[in-house]
């Protein structure tokens, strides 16, 4: 029998309801202009949505809802999505127990009942979790959605040989000795031979951990622990339709060109306490040329930009000159940084290491980065800002923010001869050729670099290929590639859910390799092993503040950039706000428009 613990946790999601009750029954007016006023064409103004509400109470039922990008989803299959706009637009056509909280900044990032009455019932031992599905929730068929499909839906993430992309965190906790084959090679009649998930009836689902995580429910909050029914799984093909157990479902869907979701006219606005479904219809346009997609969005063809990662060079200028109170400028959840493989010499050597850590020009490389606005503030440590235990700019170990942020060459030839390289040494920047920004990056990361006596050659590769070059421990080491620029950002945020894959020795792959730096600290690894165990929020944030400590400590990471956005908000748009569960982006879930027409 399981006792319900009154957590840190659970005080949060507790909070996090009465939120989103506040947010579905009131209409406050959200968000003022820092501009001093909207706009004539009826925007909000300046950053009016940024960790705030903006026009709440001017939703209306109805009109089509459209999004453009660049860049279709990697999968549009709810276990192998991994892209966070495809998490956030998930929501519109699956459901999970629990789900991201709908409200601004930090609000957004505590977790809320969906399908579930409740959050976890949780046991003392934290190994046992339990949850009631709420009454009246169906598949698009009318049929009722049952914990069985939960338990299938969460099981597709064990079919890595057929379902590969995705997030694999209860996978990892739920069979940490990979006993389970997946629901595909099950020899179970019903393909439910999942230990650690009982389904004592239609209604229950138990969840039996092996040992206690206390990031259990951000996991379950998760697109990948969508329900999933059998009868509609189509496997590889299912994200080109996938069976909706949301207010919308998928009417058509051309792979990189378009997507149109219309009602799904079996959900129940009583079963759903997330979620208020305003528009009639929702549509997604691809584009080859981002240019063009902010000339669009800036011409009102477009409500926003699916993708979240912020206007174009030549959209932001029109875009702040001319329509500023469109325009959102909000703190991302992710980090830009340069890493350094040890196994690619000098850099097994800390003192190389720290060399390029104060050899940098770090105005430079924000400015490279799109500046102050564009770029984010300059990069001090590794933990995002979103990420309990940050203390963001205020912890500078290196001072790249203060006394050295314009480098230091007198402190990185003393630890170029502290690592015997007094001379300085050579060695290559490994950096996605679909990625102008990194590759301005690079270019000022070497340009710096050069005074004091570091050489470095700078590789292009193919972004798209980027599991098997940098995310291949053997080609990095084969390719000399001393330096790796790339970025990260939480899968949910908590230490684990952002450093987890970077830090953790157990995470170094032979290929789609995180750990670049290939980090094997016994200290680092036993502060995860007792974080997963802490219950409590602020031993857990404590915890992650340590291990951000030892990494920086260590020289691994050169933060570039705690990254921010400047991104273009629609004029039709009603019930917007940026949310920290999803990286600083729009909460997609709720937004409306201002009229139906």
């Not at 009836?201 to 990031?215: C, E, R």
Request: net charge positive.
């Amino acid at each position: 029998m399981t006792t319900q613990r009154t957590s840190g946790r659970r005080k949060q999601a507790l909070a996090a309801a009465a939120v989103v009750a506040a947010l579905l029954t009131t209409a406050a007016c959200g968000g003022g202009d820092s501009d001093g006023g909207g706009s004539k064409n009826g925007a909000a103004g300046f950053d009016a949505a940024n960790n705030k509400v903006a026009q709440a109470d001017l939703a209306k039922k109805g009109g089509e809802l459209k999004f453009a990008s660049t860049q279709d989803a990697d999968s549009w299959d709810t276990t192998r999505g991994y892209y966070g706009f495809m998490w956030n637009f998930s929501r519109y056509y699956s459901r999970q127990l629990v789900t991201n909280t709908p409200a601004p900044g930090e609000k957004g990032a505590g977790v809320t009942p969906d399908l579930a009455t409740d959050v976890a019932k949780v046991s003392d031992d934290g190994k046992t979790y339990t949850y009631t599905l709420r009454d009246g929730v169906t598949w698009e068929d009318g049929k009722p959605i049952t914990s069985k499909d939960i338990k299938y839906g969460i099981e597709r993430v064990w079919a890595q040989d057929v379902l590969s992309g995705g997030p694999t965190y209860l996978k990892e906790v739920l069979d940490p000795e990979g006993k389970y084959e997946g629901p595909y090679k099950d020899k179970s009649a019903d393909k439910l031979g999942l230990k650690a998930i009982e389904t004592p009836d239609d209604k229950t689902i138990v969840f039996k951990l092996p040992q206690a995580n206390s990031d259990f429910e951000e996991m379950l909050a998760l697109t990948s622990a969508s329900p999933v029914r059998q009868d509609k799984d189509t496997k590889s093909k299912y994200g080109l339709k996938p069976f909706s157990s949301g207010p919308y479902k998928f009417e058509s869907y051309n792979p990189g060109k378009d997507l149109t979701l219309v009602r799904n006219t079996e959900w129940k606005q009583d079963s759903d306490p997330v979620r208020k479904a305003y528009p009639d219809k929702i549509t997604i346009k691809f584009f080859s040329n981002a240019n063009e997609l902010d000339a669009r969005l800036i011409a009102g063809d477009y409500d926003l930009d699916l993708a979240q990662t912020g206007l174009s060079p030549q959209g932001r200028s029109t875009a702040l000159k001319k329509h500023k109170a469109n325009v959102d400028n909000p703190v991302s959840g992710y980090i830009r940084y340069a890493v350094f493989p040890q196994s690619v010499k000098p850099f097994d050597n800390i003192h190389c290491r720290k060399a390029v850590l104060y050899g940098a020009d770090h105005v430079s490389l924000q400015t490279a980065r799109g500046g102050p606005q564009a770029g984010g503030d300059i990069g001090t440590n590794m933990l995002p800002p979103s990420v309990p235990g940050s203390e963001g700019q205020k912890y500078d170990p290196y001072e790249m923010a203060g006394a050295n942020k314009k480098g230091n060459v007198a402190k990185a030839k003393e630890e170029l001869k502290a690592c015997g390289k007094p001379n300085g040494f050579k060695t290559t920047i490994a950096v996605r050729n679909n990625k102008p920004v990194e590759v301005a990056t690079a270019e000022s990361l070497q340009a710096s670099l050069k005074k004091v006596g570091i050489t470095v050659g700078i590789d292009q590769y193919d972004g798209s290929q980027t599991a098997g070059i940098i995310g291949s421990p053997t080609n990095v080491k084969k390719k000399g590639y001393g330096i790796i620029i790339m970025g990260w950002g939480p899968d949910f945020p908590s230490v684990q859910g952002y450093g987890l894959p970077l830090w953790n020795s157990d995470y170094i792959l032979e290929s789609g390799n995180n750990n670049y730096a290939l980090i094997k600290d016994k200290e680092i690894d036993g502060l995860f092993d007792k974080y997963v165990t802490t219950l409590d929020d602020a031993g857990k944030a404590d915890i992650a503040k340590q291990i951000n400590h030892k990494v920086m400590e260590g020289g691994y990471y050169l933060p570039f950039v705690f990254e921010k956005f400047l991104n273009w908000r629609g004029s039709r748009l009603a019930n917007v706000y940026t949310s920290d569960g999803y990286s600083g982006m729009y909460d997609f879930v709720n937004l409306g428009l201002k009229s139906s027409k």
